[in-house]
């Protein structure tokens, strides 16, 4: 086969090496001039280097014996320095990489032309009569833009901005450093590359970049701003510019990675098909990963490129996607890192270790043992140095005077039966089961209802008589008994109501009609819903003193958390959207009025939570800009606890059922609104309980106990 490749950077070259290692004939055209190149360092992982070993072993000895390795990452923040062991970190200086891999690849009879341009009006002239073409020239591709719709590329910019430079000293560990300025914040991702020279990579809002005046100076001014910025840092060394402007990184998608053009098969490696940013740091690698299941993929059909192309892609894209993932929420923590100034240094420093998923409590007590446990007397509070503390999620948690949380671990989910009439029966045992299994401190009732019409289901408990206290006493009498906190969760269903029971189906009316409905507006939830009732003023009274009236008969029942629902398209949740409540310009007025009631009504000593829709997940509905507001309102408002949900305002929000999928939320509403959280969302382990806790992202985690006990999945309410 005949390969034509288009660029000379890791992706282009190393996959040269390989097909010619498989007796392909390689030409590849690069546009600039040998050794030219405008980054710094690469860094590798122990990973990275086991896949070149295996891959081309002769490649792999001479990277090697270049490399400068560490096993340390600094970050200064406030005054000090964190450091964290443990790690295991190598790189080399960009312009020796790619030296060694062309230099392999001349050796092994590739056809090598630099300083050659790829024509735009016909790029694909310089790779005539080959038979497959591989575009590797970068994120902005000359070839992927000639067949963007094909390719079906995406570009999404981040909200920073950031400047490449090099430094003149080697650094002793990969180093973060955080300086909050009357501009704003900026922050340094650095690292050494060779024995005399690091990487040094500044970033800071946009907002910081204007104010600073940087987006008006010229490339010497930026890097003397710099300079200056972290001279206590750089002491009597230098920056280093080449071409080191100020950019917006943006991420590279594509929905293909090949397609065919004139009977040429073509094909993305690198950052042509895929970007992912640089606080990862794992661009290289993942050019390189490309390269090589490319190669694999001809190896394994050597006589089918359809096939070959077919796998490289089936391979590569899923992993790709996950590393993207996971720089997309490294990039936001860096972006709204500001939230976190006022944490002390640990937690700051774990919150950054395990931003983005990589790292959590558990592997890093395996990496850096020392560090984790000043975490974990930070977290608890410990006075003095102690040997022994407990981990985050066994540390109990005060709600209020007489109500302490033995741990931070709550259990959600139907815990009994119900009579038609909404009477609760018998707790179930397999729910009292999973409280002692798990030894949750905080379990959750299922929707309770304030009224029989705000049901969600046939089988839907409620609290609106006697006959309800007398059963719901019971209940929390056994959930004390079982060592733990009931917390009931005050429901009326709205539009969302007169449904049969959820083993039955999700959102399924009542086959003989049900009862009658009411909602902000006459809009029912779903095509196949009962159409609710507009309430008046006399509706929204009567259902405000309904809650008033429950909620006094839950305190009469013993129950030691009221959390007030206002999530998962229910009724106060379809006050709050513009979704469901296009017209009111008050729209948490009436929540809050029946926030007051429940504050009223409920005993001042026992601790008051909101179950809040804090982000719609469709266009037009709210965002976490107003989660953020309306937790604050709601905190004002007497709300001590914000158990923090997402979507199903409406049927086709944009579902997320990825591993803590709310955890960015929970840690939003949390830190900038200022109210402690409750956080659930495929949390499925006591690791990662641990790491949201000791990286101050929630106060509760949440365990879905059939996921948890019984590996199901978990439920979308």
């Known amino acids: 086969m005949r390969v034509g490749i288009c660029g000379g950077g890791p992706a282009g070259l190393y996959l040269a090496i390989l097909l010619r290692r498989a007796g392909h004939e390689v030409a590849l055209r690069e546009r600039n001039p040998p050794g030219v190149t405008y980054g710094w360092g690469v860094v590798f992982s122990d990973e990275s280097l086991a896949e070149l070993r295996d891959a081309d072993y002769e490649t792999y000895l001479q990277i ?15 005054g000090e320095r964190i450091r964290s062991t443990g790690h295991g970190f190598a790189a080399i200086a960009r312009t020796t990489l790619l030296r060694l891999l062309a230099e392999r690849a001349v050796a092994l009879g590739a056809d090598m032309a630099f300083s050659t341009e790829v024509p735009d009006d016909d790029p694909w002239a310089p790779f005539a009569g080959c038979d497959l073409v591989v575009a590797a020239d970068g994120v902005r591709s000359a070839l992927r833009a000639a067949q963007a719709a094909a390719f079906g590329s995406r570009f999404s910019p981040t909200a920073s901005k950031y400047v490449w430079f090099g430094a003149d000293m080697a650094l002793p560990v990969f180093t973060f450093i955080f300086t909050p300025t009357a501009h704003g914040l900026f922050q340094v991702h650095a690292y050494p590359y060779d024995a005399h020279r690091s990487t ?12 600073a005046g940087l987006d008006a100076m010229s490339e010497g001014d930026s890097l003397a701003f710099c300079q200056d910025l972290f001279a206590p840092y750089l002491g009597d060394h230098r920056l280093l510019s080449n071409e080191s402007v100020w950019r917006t990184f943006v991420t590279v998608r594509n929905r293909s990675w090949h397609c065919q053009v004139g009977g040429q098969d073509v094909v993305l490696v690198g950052d042509a098909a895929h970007t992912a940013h640089f606080s990862i740091g794992s661009g290289t690698r993942l050019a390189l990963d490309d390269a090589i299941a490319l190669a694999k993929a001809f190896v394994a059909s050597p006589g089918d490129r359809s096939a070959a192309l077919a796998a490289y892609e089936g391979d590569r894209q899923p992993i790709v996607e996950r590393f993207q993932e996971v720089a997309t929420d490294s990039a936001r923590y860096f972006e709204s890192v500001g939230r976190y100034l006022g944490f002390a240094p640990e937690p700051f420093a774990f919150n950054l270790l395990t931003r983005s998923g990589r790292i959590s409590h558990g592997n890093l007590t395996a990496r850096d043992p020392v560090l984790v446990n000043r975490v974990d007397r930070r977290f608890v509070g410990a006075a003095a140095p102690r040997l022994v503390v407990p981990p985050p999620l066994l540390t109990p948690l005060r709600l209020a005077a007489g109500c302490e949380l033995a741990n ?4 959600a989910g139907p815990i009994l039966e119900a009579a038609e009439d909404g009477r609760p029966g018998e707790a179930h045992a397999s729910a009292l089961e999973g409280v002692a299994a798990t030894g949750a401190a905080l379990v959750v009732t299922e929707e309770v209802a304030p009224v ?13 008589n006697d006959d309800h206290t007398e059963g719901w006493a019971k209940v929390a009498a056994r959930v004390h008994e079982a060592g733990a906190r009931l917390a009931l969760r005050l429901t009326h269903a709205g539009r969302r109501g007169s449904t049969q029971p959820r083993g039955r189906g999700l959102d399924r009316p009542l086959p003989a009609g049900g009862w009658r409905l009411v909602a902000p507006s006459p809009v029912p939830y779903t095509a196949r819903s ?41 009724l106060l949740a379809s006050f709050l959207s513009p979704l469901t409540n296009p017209g009111d310009d008050r729209r948490d007025s009436y929540p809050l009025e029946v926030l007051a009631a429940v504050r009223e009504a409920w005993p001042a000593g026992r601790p008051l939570a909101v179950r809040l829709v804090a982000d719609d997940r469709f266009p037009g509905g ?9 937790a604050r309102r709601l ?10 949900a997402a979507g199903h305002t409406v049927p ?7 591993r803590l999928f709310n955890a960015g939320l929970a840690d939003r509403i949390r830190n900038e609104a200022g109210v402690p959280v409750v956080v659930g969302g495929h949390i499925t382990r006591l690791d990662e309980v641990n790491t949201v806790l000791a990286a101050g992202r929630a106060d509760l985690c949440r365990l879905d106990p059939r996921t948890y006990l019984r590996g199901t999945p978990p439920s979308p309410g």
């Open 64 to 78: 090697d014996a270049a490399l400068v390795r560490w096993s340390s990452i600094d970050i200064h923040y406030a």
């Open 530 to 570: 009962l159409r609710p009732e507009a309430m008046d003023a006399a509706a929204r009274e009567a259902v405000r003193a309904a809650y008033g009236d429950a909620a006094a008969r839950a305190a009469d029942a013993g129950v030691d958390v009221l959390l007030l629902d206002m999530a998962d398209g229910y």
């Open 622 to 630: 709210l965002t976490a800009a107003d989660g953020v507001i309306l």
């Open 635 to 644: 905190a004002a408002g007497g709300a001590g606890l914000i158990d923090v």
């Open 652 to 658: 086709d929000a944009a579902a997320d059922y990825r």
């Open 452 to 464: 029989a019409g705000g049901r969600v289901t046939s089988g839907s408990p409620g609290l609106w």
């Open 200 to 211: 040094f990579i500044v970033e800071t809002s946009e907002a910081a970049w204007r104010s």
């Open 408 to 411: 931070r671990v709550v259990m």
